[in-house]
């Protein structure tokens, strides 16, 4: 007896499109993404089903195979508490593949990749105050000889840093395998993507220490222009340590 051949992606979606049930398909991931398919990837795929509709294609939920990751789900689920948090920016450029709604399925992507203004603002100000605290922790450690220490709180500020500036403008942060490839498409507005990305790396790699204070600097005024100065002032005398020093040089 052979084995079952795993189910080809073209395959699947001819299954998907020939069943009533389905009122959607979306491919996210690499897929999804122009210019970042390899050899290794996949196809991500999200099956949206319609509430209280019988579908023989919940025996494919969960299915993984070297071509073909799918996860079937109900149109309800889709919508509300199914999809984790962290799937948000994969659903932010993601490709409808299937809609039976209208539009219905591209408006909740659409809905996806744009925060609300509340949850924007409360976001903005923890993750201001996590790239703060990191940034603080940095800069001693780094005047204090712990030279690790310093490094590991240098690498954790970028990461803070970019989720402060993507829900600045109301963005789901990229992952790291895209953030290149979004920031290229889709500028953060008035930051210069080479100099970001330059700055982002040699802070994460060399834990350059002036560069971070220049840096630093321009995120505050950012900050405050956005309304989230009373974080920053919530470090009183301690935001002197992460603001330029005299002997600090170069831009940002």
């Known amino acids: 007896m052979t084995a079952q051949q795993p189910l080809a992606y073209d395959a699947f979606v001819e299954l998907a499109v020939a ?53 079937v789900l109900t149109l309800s689920e889709f919508c509300g508490a199914g999809v984790p948090d962290w799937e948000r920016y ?36 923890a993750w201001l105050d996590a790239y703060a605290n990191s940034s603080y922790r940095w800069v001693k450690n780094h005047r204090d000889g712990l030279a690790l220490a310093a490094r590991l709180d240098a690498g954790d500020s970028m990461r803070f840093l970019l989720e402060f500036l993507f829900a600045l403008h109301r963005r789901p942060r990229p992952y790291n395998k ?31 220490v002036s560069l971070q204070r220049r840096m630093f600097a321009r995120v505050e005024q950012a900050a405050r222009d956005a309304g989230h100065g009373e974080v920053l002032d919530a470090w009183g005398d301690g935001l002197d340590l992460m603001r330029p020093q005299a002997t600090d040089s170069g831009t940002t």
């Open 178 to 208: 895209y953030l290149e490839w979004e920031l290229a498409r889709y500028p953060l507005p008035g930051w210069d993507t080479g100099v970001l990305l330059h700055a982002v790396g040699r802070i994460s790699a060399a834990g350059d």
């Open 19 to 71: 069943d009533s049930a389905v009122v959607g398909l979306v491919l996210k991931g690499s897929r999804a993404h122009d210019g970042m398919t390899t050899a290794h990837s996949d196809h991500d795929l999200y099956v949206i089903v319609a509430d209280g509709a019988g579908t023989g294609l919940t025996r494919f939920a969960g299915g993984r195979s070297a071509g073909l990751d799918l996860v």
């Open 90 to 125: 994969a659903l932010a450029r993601a490709r409808v593949v299937l809609d039976r709604l209208d539009g219905g399925i591209a408006r909740v992507l659409a809905d996806r990749a744009r925060l609300d203004t509340d949850e924007a603002f409360r976001d903005c100000g």
